[in-house]
């Protein structure tokens, strides 16, 4: 018997075979319905008599129709699914007005502390020091840092906080018999949540337009004020990634026409530990404890959202917060005068107060500063490389915490903004926010945060200047195709919004054929 002596080709062959189960690696994976069977299960039980009696009539009538499964076939599926997850942890986010950052894994061994993961919100308060200690701490930071008076912790995302700060400028409106105000005022380059807060809240809103150069008018805002207005809903850096250069004048006019100033803390990330928004006059203000201070973003939960308020508004702060004395720390868990009240049943979310306080405690004041200026320096650093080829709507002054492009640089290839996104999918990149803000058409706003290393915006800054010289070279069909390479193809998205299959069905078997 001699010895193979035929060695392994090395070339690349050429196929027109497409696979119907997707790659190795990014399997189409089914769903567990699929892959088990009702006949089967990994797992043996006995049977058991069930006396209905206790269920009042609300006992189940057919078949529980589970997918019987092994465990390894259990195991493999989720495993399979996981790897189909896009997270932080796997790669960048550059979602403009989200600030995706980083989540420390520090965060996440404190809120597993069992003083922290195992308490109920029904303990006894004498039980529960140690959670209301560092809630207090928390709150002490929140209030250091906007240099305010009063902060409501419950809110479970940024759009309730900013409900509560809303609700709050009401209750002092109505209080002091200035309930006739009905008109809230929001900039065009306002974050797209304060409309619908003000109009939830019974409130008009009347638009305040944008300069050339993105940033509110103040001569407009004047122009608007009135007797009847409550509030302007303000965010600064606003969502075109500028920072308000004359927002001290603003908030002066607000309020010598008896209306408060409502910021948006959304973009707070950008000038945390810098500035003060306190300093700039403001009434309320909400902070996504996702987006400045490291906690996962929830995914509609859980999330926290607190809001901070000024002295003329800290009356009419909701319950509960902690009260500290001369004895252990109390909890006001009920109105008392002016006080709106509960806006959630218990006390918020511990897990996420527990990581937001030890990104601040691990950070300090100096160490949160610099990561609002590091946030800085990377955005206006994507802005510098792509500026050459991008079409930027408001040149020449730097941004703040994102990079805001316009699709005119797109203009007579047949390639839109979506487009463009999906074919970053295929490069290995989450896509940036599309189409907002409203006031730049085809928007592309890109926020990288002060997580990504250099190597990590060189590599998608060279990504996307590639794609947008191939787009200006003609190659549409690579954009308008893409995604190529996902585990899922685009969708048909007229299709999707009117004809979206919500919920899988079992196949019924077809019947045999006759013979």
Known sequence: MSMNNQGRPTGVGTSDFTSTSGSSLLPN??????????????????????????????????????AGLTEPETLRHYVRLSRLNYSIDSGMYPLGSCTMKYNPRLNEKMARLPGFA??????????????????????HWLLTLTNTAAVCLTPKAGAHGEMAGMMAIKAAQDAAGQGHRKVVLVPESAHGTNP?????????????????????????VKAALSPDVAAIMLTNPNTCGLFEPEVIEIAAAVHAAGAFFYCDGANFNAIMGVVRPGDLGIDAMHINLHKTFSTPHGGGGPGAGPVVLSAALAPFAPVPFV???????????????????????FNGQMGMYVRALTYMLSHGGDGLAQAAKDAVLNANYIAARLERVFSVPFPGQPCMHEALFDDSFLEGTGVSTLDFAKALIDEGFHPMTMYFPLVVHGAMLVEPTESESKQTLDRFCDVMLELATDARAGNAARFTSAPLNAPRRRLDETRAARSPVLKWERQEPLPAAAE
């Not at 009042?56 to 589970?66: A, H, M, V, Y």
């Not at 303990?123 to 709150?139: I, T």
């Not at 109009?199 to 008009?204: I, N, R």
């Not at 500290?324 to 009240?341: I, R, V, Y």
């Open 196 to 220: 619908a807060t003000a109009a939830f809240l019974g409130y008009s809103v009347k638009a305040v337009p944008a300069r050339d150069d993105g940033t509110v008018d103040v001569e407009a």
């Open 118 to 139: 195992d308490i109920h919100p029904l303990e006894p308060v004498s039980s529960v020091q140690g959670a209301l200690a560092m809630m207090d701490e928390l709150a």
């Open 29 to 66: 994976e089914p769903l567990l319905f699929e892959i088990g069977d009702r006949e089967h299960s990994g797992v043996d039980l006995p049977d058991v008599a069930i006396d209905g009696s206790f269920l009042g009539g609300f006992e189940r009538q057919s078949e529980i129709d589970l």
């Open 323 to 345: 009260k500290k004395g001369d004895g252990p720390l109390a909890l006001a868990e009920h109105a008392e005068g002016q006080h709106l009240g509960r806006i959630t049943a």
